[in-house]
């Protein structure tokens, strides 16, 4: 499946933006549904967003509905994660994550990136 790696973290002040990035190695990205999970300091991984392997189909955790958009480039084999009027709840280490079809739940995908932190100050 090649391999991901997550990029854009960083340190936002609340009601800022961000914009995360996640490049996919590999030949098969555009074939591929594409999804974004956070996971805050003592809790579960959640479900943030995903998205078709065209683009077409588009799901949001209702956290983040309005706030957070996410696209793909399958010509630059890029998923990406826009964050807009960030929440001190949005602070958490973010990972993509790929699989064939599109799914909400984190344990049916077993291709995943390193994380990249996200912190939101007030």
């Known amino acids: 499946q090649g391999q991901l790696v997550e990029s854009g973290g960083g340190l936002v002040q609340a009601g800022g933006s961000l914009r995360l990035s996640c490049a996919a190695s590999g030949r098969t990205f555009s074939i591929y549904a594409m999804a974004w999970f956070r996971q805050a300091p003592g809790k579960e991984r959640e479900f943030v967003a995903a998205i078709g392997w065209s683009g077409g189909y588009i799901h949001y955790a209702d956290s983040v509905k309005g706030r957070l958009t996410i696209f793909r480039d399958n010509v630059k084999n890029t998923v990406f994660l826009e964050m807009h009027n960030v929440k001190l709840e949005d602070t958490a280490v973010y990972y993509c994550?790929?699989?064939?079809?599109?799914?909400?739940?984190?344990?049916?995908?077993?291709?995943w990136g390193q994380g990249t932190q996200v912190t939101v100050s007030s």
């Open positions: 994550a790929a699989r064939r079809t599109l799914d909400i739940a984190y344990d049916k995908y077993n291709n």
